[in-house]
């Protein structure tokens, strides 16, 4: 005898893309056009246990009619904030029968417009690094958890970054250094307030971060771990909680003195393995 414990299915990895066309756009000329690039995740919990069991699809809603509702609700919703939208897709899912959980991930990838003649080009774009956004909606009786995040953030810098006066052992071989290059690619996830609405704060948590990130004397990557956590919550009042995930790029020194040169912190090697990981939640004080 075996019993089904727990399961959850969907559609992974639908690709969207929509323009954003104002009516007065047309052909070359006209009003600039927006570009929303995402990809996302739906997935179901629920009462589908005769699915599994019994091979009886009559509770079964298809995962290509879920993609096919993808891309029915973007023609319908601007998509001004992902957010939002997984919201839509989530009411939606909640409400099939025998649904006991809708849970939407998205994953939006930034475009940056092109300049032609020195000015804003209105239909031309660049994709300019790996950085994206993302937004996990979760739905059930209860309500929703809505959290956002950004991911593949990679910055650096090259000095205002320590680490020394760590413990020391027989395997230790650091050296403690007052002045290092400290670089990482970030990731951040930030929970909503329960009811908030108020999605348009990527741009202030983000600038938050990085300017924390930018201007922080660091004792080490955990020290401007949470300065940057506190700051993005002082930035922005409709979050309550933002977890932050830093691995550490490590930038080695090279020695120079086989060569008969010295090595005023200038000449590094980078390396992506092994490598620290860093991970910590801020959550702001009731």
């Not at 570009?35 to 809603?61: K, M, S």
């Not at 023609?75 to 849970?103: C, N, P, Q, Y």
């Not at 300065?227 to 790029?249: F, H, K, S």
């Given at each position: 005898m075996s019993?089904?414990?727990?399961?959850?299915?969907?559609?992974?990895?639908?690709?969207?893309?929509?323009?954003?066309?104002?009516?007065?756009?047309?052909?070359?000329?006209?009003?600039?056009?927006?570009?929303?690039?995402?990809?996302?995740?739906?997935?179901?919990?629920?009462?589908?246990?005769?699915?599994?069991?019994?091979?009886?699809?009559?509770?079964?809603?298809?995962?290509?009619?879920?993609?096919?509702?993808?891309?029915?609700?973007?023609?319908?919703?601007?998509?001004?904030?992902?957010?939002?939208?997984?919201?839509?897709?989530?009411?939606?899912?909640?409400?099939?029968?025998?649904?006991?959980?809708?849970?939407?991930?998205?994953?939006?990838?930034?475009?940056?417009?092109?300049?032609?003649?020195g000015e804003p080009h209105p239909h031309a774009f660049v994709q300019a690094g790996a950085e994206h956004w993302t937004a996990v909606v979760t739905r059930d009786a209860q309500g929703s958890e809505i959290v956002a995040g950004l991911a593949n953030l990679v910055v650096l810098k090259t000095t205002d970054s320590a680490f020394s006066g760590f413990p020391r052992d027989e395997f230790t071989t650091l050296p403690e250094t007052e002045d290092r290059i400290m670089a990482t690619s970030m990731t951040a996830a930030w929970t909503y307030a329960p009811g908030s609405v108020d999605f348009g704060v990527r741009d202030d948590v983000r600038r938050?971060?990085?300017?924390?990130?930018?201007?922080?004397?660091?004792?080490?990557?955990?020290?401007?771990?949470?300065?940057?956590?506190?700051?993005?919550?002082?930035?922005?009042?409709?979050?309550?909680?933002?977890?932050?995930?830093?691995?550490?790029?490590?930038?080695?020194?090279?020695?120079?003195?086989p060569f008969g040169l010295d090595n005023p912190n200038e000449i590094f090697v980078a390396t992506d393995q092994p490598f620290g990981l860093i991970e910590a939640t801020i959550r702001r004080q009731a």
């Open positions: 019993d089904l414990t727990w399961n959850r299915y969907g559609k992974s990895r639908i690709r969207l893309v929509k323009v954003r066309r104002p009516s007065s756009a047309s052909g070359q000329g006209g009003a600039a056009h927006e570009l929303v690039d995402l990809t996302l995740d739906v997935q179901l919990e629920g009462a589908f246990d005769a699915v599994y069991v019994d091979g009886d699809n009559r509770p079964c809603l298809a995962t290509d009619t879920m993609k096919n509702t993808v891309y029915a609700m973007a023609r319908r919703h601007a998509i001004d904030h992902v957010e939002s939208f997984a919201l839509t897709l989530a009411d939606h899912f909640i409400a099939k029968a025998g649904v006991a959980r809708a849970r939407i991930s998205v994953s939006e990838q930034p475009w940056s417009r092109l300049s032609a003649a938050a971060l990085l300017e924390t990130f930018a201007a922080h004397r660091s004792r080490s990557v955990q020290h401007t771990l949470y300065a940057m956590g506190e700051a993005a919550l002082a930035a922005c009042a409709a979050i309550t909680a933002i977890t932050l995930t830093l691995p550490n790029r490590h930038h080695l020194l090279v020695d120079l003195q």
